[in-house]
Nanobody
Framework: QVQLVESGGGLVQFGGSLRLSCAAS????????IAWFRQAPGKEREGVSY????????YYTDSVKGRFTASKDNTKNTVYLQMNSLKPEDTAVYFC??????????????????WGQGTQVTVSS
């Protein structure tokens, strides 16, 4: 069946690092644009990063630029989000998502065909 499964979330202290993984099954990630989103309590779901299908170009929301890095390993059909210098405001449930349609902004949730179940990231102060 078609699935995206995130892993790697957890509890870290201010300034710490985590690497999230998103493993795809039932489809080939290389044929999709791939995003990481996050949602904190009382907040809208926010686009964090994106890897373009066409050439692998990455995009980031301003608040994580220089701290987070999105990447993918096509041989493993897996996407990663390396998160460094974590702050309490990064606390959220993180989701990976994949899309084949390209008629809107990458950070629009309605663009995506498939979603993972989410993994909790908590950064203590």
């Amino acid at each position: 069946q078609v699935q995206l499964v995130e892993s790697g979330g957890g509890l870290v202290q201010f300034g710490g690092s985590l690497r999230l993984s998103c493993a795809a099954s039932g489809f080939t990630l290389n044929n999709y644009g791939i995003a990481w989103f996050r949602q904190a309590p009382g907040k809208e779901r926010e686009g964090v990063s994106y890897i373009a299908r066409s050439d692998g170009t990455t995009y980031y929301t301003d608040s994580v630029k220089g701290r987070f890095t999105a990447s993918k390993d096509n041989t493993k059909n897996t996407v990663y989000l390396q998160m460094n210098s974590l702050k309490p405001e990064d606390t959220a449930v993180y989701f990976c998502a994949a899309r084949t349609q390209y008629n809107g902004k990458w950070y629009g949730t309605e663009q995506y065909n498939y979603w993972g179940q989410g993994t909790q990231v908590t950064v203590s102060s």
